[in-house]
Structures are given as C-alpha cells and as structure tokens.
T-cell receptor, first 117, second 112 residues
Framework: EAQVTQNPRYLITVTGKKLTVTCSQNMNHEYMSWYRQDPGLGLRQIYYSMNVEVTDKGDVPEGYKVSRKEKRNFPLILESPSPNQTSLYFC????????????????FGAGSRLTVL | DAKTTQPNSMESNEEEPVHLPCNHSTISGTDYIHWYRQLPSQGPEYVIHGLTSNVNNRMASLAIAEDRKSSTLILHRATLRDAAVYYCILRDVQYNFNKFYFGSGTKLNVKP
C-alpha cells in the first residue's frame, strides 16, 4: 500500500532531550516536507526536500533540523526540544516538485503528537 | 504570497449537497487551486485540484470562477464520513512551487 509512515505516533519528552521523528515513504517520491499543526494556526511548513541531499527551510524552521540521505526517508530532528515545540507534526510527500508540477498532490502521514515538558 | 479565505465552519444535512467557498482574490495566473480535507485524528488527504476549468472526480467537484478569484468545492451528497476540516490552498508554480500554504480551513459538520 502506498503510504507515508511516521514514528513515533505519540511522544512525551522533556526539555533539552534530543529526539528524532522518522518519516518514510514507499512511493519513490522526490519531494518530502514536514508540517506542524497548532490550534488556530493551521498547518505550517517547517522544512522541505526536493530530492536526496537537497533541503530548504519552510516558514517555521527554528529549532528543527532535517536530513535527506535516502530518497525514502526524511527525519525531523529536534536537537534541544522546548515546550513551544509541543505540537502535532505531519510528514508529506509528492512525486516531484518543480515549476511544471503544479498538479502534484501531497500524501500525508498519520501524524506524530509531540509533548515537550 | 497568494492566500485564501474560508469560512471557519459550515453545517450540512446528510445526503444533501454542500458548497464550500474559498476566496483567493490575489491569485496569480500560474497558481493551482488545491483542496484537501482532514478527517478527525488523521492527516490531510487530497480531494481535488484545478487551474482554470471546473473539475470533477469521484470525491467532489471544483467550480472555479471565471476571474479565478474564488472557487467552490461541491460535495454532491454529504455523508457523515465527510465531516472534516476542508482546506483550500494555492500552489504557486512560478516562485514558491515548493511551498503549500494551508490556512485554518472550514470545519464541516454533517447532521444525520
């Protein structure tokens, strides 16, 4: 089944303890992206990747890192989590992203709910 | 960046049509209009998209105004399963084609 898989689905951690949220897709998609969702703010893009070793900042990148060493994986790294990073996180992928790909649609994972105490 | 405006919430009766409006008055000629929905406790899922012409698929229809400053997502017969938050977003393929801008969406409540 074509899907985007995120882990963990739920995590409670403490301030400053490094954590990684994994994201994997099995559709050979070039484009991957991370979003956070907070009440009243909708989904905001954190980072995105157009292909292996190509990443760029979204609208709210502060406090996050990403890497894209393999096409299928796009982990989100919180080096020193803080309570304001408590949120619901979504990973998404798309076949490709280029000026000619306006029709490309995103496939989302089920989400990872993170609580930082 | 072109943005969209949607009502915060709407209500519909089961098995009746639903028209979800979206305003995008600053849309550019190269922006695609996408609709996604988010069911409770799930990630967003794609519904439909279009550029200039009206579009139909198995889930819904998309009606785009002639001046493209607004669009309407049409669910022909709402079911309880259609209760979700619906997002209208613009895909800028000229300058920011890597970014999808999601607003707060319209929360659709379907009454039995």
């Amino acid at each position: 089944e074509a899907q985007v898989t995120q882990n963990p689905r739920y995590l409670i951690t403490v301030t400053g303890k490094k954590l990684t949220v994994t994201c994997s897709q099995n559709m050979n998609h070039e484009y991957m992206s991370w979003y956070r969702q907070d009440p009243g703010l909708g989904l905001r893009q954190i980072y995105y990747s157009m292909n292996v070793e190509v990443t760029d900042k979204g609208d709210v990148p502060e406090g996050y890192k990403v890497s894209r060493k393999e096409k299928r994986n796009f982990p989100l790294i919180l080096e020193s989590p803080s309570p304001n990073q408590t949120s619901l996180y979504f990973c998404a992928s798309s076949l490709f992203s280029s000026p000619s790909s306006g029709a490309n649609v995103l496939t989302f994972g089920a989400g990872s709910r993170l609580t930082v105490l | 960046d072109a943005k969209t405006t949607q009502p915060n919430s709407m209500e519909s009766n089961e098995e009746e049509p639903v028209h979800l409006p979206c305003n995008h008055s600053t849309i550019s000629g190269t922006d695609y209009i996408h609709w996604y929905r988010q069911l409770p406790s799930q990630g967003p899922e794609y519904v439909i998209h279009g550029l200039t012409s009206n579009v139909n698929n198995r889930m819904a229809s998309l009606a785009i105004a002639e001046d493209r400053k607004s669009s309407t997502l049409i669910l022909h017969r709402a079911t309880l399963r259609d209760a979700a938050v619906y997002y209208c977003i613009l895909r800028d393929v000229q300058y920011n084609f890597n970014k999808f801008y999601f607003g707060s969406g319209t929360k659709l409540n379907v009454k039995p």
